[in-house]
Each structure stands twice: as C-alpha cells, then as structure tokens.
C-alpha cells in the first residue's frame, strides 16, 4: 500500500528536483506553459489489433470525428498511431501506415487540432511531417538523429520515449538492476542533447510505461513498476524538458471498471509532477485533474 510516509521519504531524498522548470514553448495557436499548468493528449488507434476499443478508427473519417470529440473535450494535442504496441499485433508495413495516416493529419488540421503521430520509421516521419504533424511521439531507439533532424527542419515537437529495445515492437526484458529512474535519466540526457544538437528546440521525454516488456507480464511487478516510476517522475525534470506519461490500464485490478484505470493513475502521475497526459479517457482525466488542481 503506497502511503503517505513513503511519499515524504521520496521527497526529501530528492529534495533538488522538486521545484526545478522546464522548458516550455508554443506550438501552433497552443502555448505550453508547463511550469504553471497541465496538459492532455488523447489517442487514436487506427489499428484493429489495438486493445482499447473506444480508441480504435478503422476509418479515416471516424478518426476525424474523434479527434474533434477529444479536442472538445480537453485534449492539447491528439496523438494518432497506426501499429498497435501490442506483441501479438499484426506488424504494419510502412506504406500501409502512410496510407492510414496521412488523411487523418490532414483532416485534424484541418479542424485546427495538434497532432501527433507514434512513430519508429523515419520514412513515415516524414511523410507525417510534411502532412502536417506537429509532434513526433518516438518509439525506437534507431535512426534518431535522422528523425531529429526532420523534426527541426519542419518545427515540430519531439516525444523521446524511453524503450530498452530496437523499437516499441522489439522489446523482451526490462532492466531492473540499479535505479530505474536514474537508467531513464541516463538514456533521456543523451537523446536529448542529440535532439538539442540537431536542431529540435520543443523536446519532452516518456518513461514508457505502457509498453509490453515480457517480464512486466505479472500484474504486481508491472503496477508497482508503474507506479514507483509515476511518483519518481519530477526528477526526470531536472533535464529541464517536461514529462509526458501513457497512463496505463491495470487491468487485471479494474476489469469491468477498466476505463477508470487511467484517471486513476493520472492521480499519480500528477504526484510526480507530469506536465503531459496521455490517456484514452480525455473528459474523465481531465477532471481528476481539475480536482487535484482545487487543493
């Protein structure tokens, strides 16, 4: 049971990072003042083999429609994928991904909405860049640079997301040696001077945390994992970029109840100082943090 005594603890052992700033910026009509204020992206799968269902568009059109809704009800930024993360997911050929992607850009932008595209291939970034994305959510560790480099060429923001693997889609074990947070830190330091170097001024960094490792299978081992990094997360900050999180889903606690997961560890995510929120369910984790916000 996470208890108060310990969310002391872990403040005064990391009394340095609590009130550091990060970098904030504008994009497009949006300004992200995350030393001062919250933000939320929503999702689209245009995946069948993605698990959440009310996020999956299997037309352009319907993900249009979405985007709207998530934009309506709150969502800074919609993020749109075309390759479920799952293992067992049926892989998407990078033609393929274009294909889907590249109408539903056009159509949120359209309708004035950010969009974000979840990506490894430099090809599909860059063909989503001159769509009109205005966000790389990166998901390998592979042609970094070359993907950096396309976003600074068109002003976009960057997601570095933390993956131990080639890719989102290559991942079999998680390292749980040492300090998790202190490995994260490590890996986003490089990444993000890289970044910085080829020219990327609008830079956030993802833990990871909704990504399929083999041995985070174990429900236990998984959300203690989660949430040991959701609390830690305002040391990551001191990187001086924001922190962006997919808040998870715990299934096998909530069940039935499964679609309250993510406002539930938003609550955590919110301990940890997160500036960005990424989530399925915009209107109900928006008002969690609405609430939080009234303390």
């Not at 319907?62 to 390759?83: F, K, N, P, S, Y």
């Not at 998407?92 to 359209?110: F, M, N």
């Not at 290559?170 to 490590?186: H, K, L, P, Y």
Request: aromatic share 8%.
């Amino acid at each position: 049971m996470l208890t108060l005594e310990q969310l002391v603890e872990i403040a005064r052992a990391n009394s340095d990072a609590l009130n550091v700033r990060v970098n904030e910026f504008s994009l497009g009509p949006v300004r992200f003042d995350f030393n001062s204020r919250r933000f939320l992206m929503g999702v689209i799968n245009l995946s069948a083999g993605s698990w959440y269902r009310e996020s999956v568009c299997l037309s352009a059109d319907r993900a249009i429609e979405r985007g709207v809704i998530l934009h309506a009800q709150g969502a800074h930024i919609v993020d749109v994928g075309a390759e479920s993360t799952l293992a067992q997911a049926e892989r998407v050929d990078q033609a393929s991904q274009r294909s889907q992607l590249l109408p539903v850009i056009k159509g949120l932008s359209e309708h004035k909405i950010l969009v974000s595209i979840e990506t490894y291939h430099p090809a599909v970034t860059k063909a989503c860049l001159e769509a009109g994305a205005s966000v790389i959510n990166l998901t390998g560790t592979k042609s970094t640079e070359e993907i950096f480099r396309m976003a600074a060429a068109h002003n976009a923001a960057v997601i570095i997301c933390y993956v131990q693997g080639t890719n989102v889609r290559e991942v079999a074990d998680f390292d749980f040696t040492g300090d998790a947070i202190q490995q994260m830190s490590d890996y986003f330091a490089r990444q993000v001077e890289l970044a910085h170097k080829a020219g990327v001024t609008r830079v956030l960094i993802d833990p990871g945390l909704g990504f399929y490792y083999r041995n985070l299978q174990d429900s236990a081992v998984r959300i203690r994992h989660q949430m040991n990094v959701f609390i830690n997360s305002f040391r990551l900050r001191k990187l001086g970029v924001p922190v962006c999180h997919a808040l998870p889903h715990a299934f096998e606690f909530f069940g039935e109840e499964v679609r309250s997961a993510e406002p539930f560890f938003a609550v955590l995510a919110a301990l940890g100082k997160t500036d960005l929120y990424r989530t399925h369910e915009v209107a109900k984790t928006r008002a969690v943090l609405e609430t939080l916000s009234v303390y």
